[in-house]
Nanobody, 124 residues
């Protein structure tokens, strides 16, 4: 079992930045592959990006490359999502998720554990 708790969401103006954190407990953090997803009102949950067990490899949706950065600190059992140059269309609830298979996936169904989500609102 892995418990995940996100923090760091809030209201920011377009062009601003936010850093989300996701603290994990339970299973050894370095053995779970971590992803970030988001869900806007009326839309399906979508993949934002992910990071490998070691933190050396990251993947991002094309629209977020260069703006978003995912990192992890296995000593602190925490994964981060740094979001820069935010746009109103980035407004959503952001979730971190863990997959115990330790492999890269973009699909929601492959992630076993989810946080409760944190709201990010970007005003124009």
């Amino acid at each position: 079992q892995v418990q995940l708790v996100e923090s760091g969401g809030g209201l920011v103006q377009a062009g601003g930045s936010l850093r989300l954190s996701c603290a994990a407990s339970g299973r050894t953090f370095s053995s779970v592959y971590m992803g970030w997803f988001r869900q806007a009102p009326g839309k399906e949950r979508e993949f934002v990006g992910s990071i490998s067990l070691s933190g050396r490899t990251t993947y991002y949706v094309d629209s977020m490359k260069g703006r978003f950065t995912i990192s992890r600190d296995n000593a602190k059992n925490t994964v981060y999502l740094q979001m820069n140059s935010l746009k109103p269309e980035d407004t959503a609830v952001y979730y971190c998720a863990a997959n115990s298979k330790g492999l890269y996936y973009r699909e929601v169904r492959y992630y076993d554990y989810w946080g409760q989500g944190t709201q990010v609102t970007v005003s124009s």
